[in-house]
């Protein structure tokens, strides 16, 4: 599960990843390292305690990768995630088996 919140930065860096999360397809996800990983988002979660004890807010989300291995990130370990999507990159995605693209 994701780390909760500590710092008001925590709780920026939540919102800002979490604004521009895409909400689907091809995804690159760059963390703060520099790492990046390109794959199918699979989901996202985020929330918060209800205020129980004071705020704090957690996301994550999952990404499939070409090699089917999957990542879950952690939103305080990234430092940006972007939609990749494109014809070529969408039926490379669909002949690995990752995405099924309709034709009709």
């Known amino acids: 599960m994701a780390?909760?919140?500590e710092s008001l930065q925590d709780q920026k860096q939540i919102a800002e990843i979490g604004t521009n999360m895409p909400i689907g397809g091809i995804t690159l996800i760059t963390l703060l390292d520099g790492t990046q990983v390109e794959g199918v988002?699979?989901?996202v979660n985020a929330g918060n305690n209800a205020g129980h004890?004071?705020?704090k807010y957690y996301?994550?989300?999952?990404?499939q990768d070409r090699k089917n291995q999957r990542w879950v990130i952690d939103f305080l370990d990234m430092k940006s995630a972007i939609k990749i999507w494109n014809e070529a990159k969408a039926a490379e995605y669909e002949?690995?088996?990752l995405i099924?693209?309709?034709k009709d």
Do not use: F, K, Q, V
């Open 59 to 63: 996301g994550e989300c999952e990404i």
């Open 53 to 55: 004890g004071g705020w």
């Open 3 to 5: 780390r909760w919140t």
């Open 100 to 102: 099924t693209i309709s």
């Open 41 to 43: 988002l699979r989901r």
């Open 95 to 97: 002949e690995l088996g």
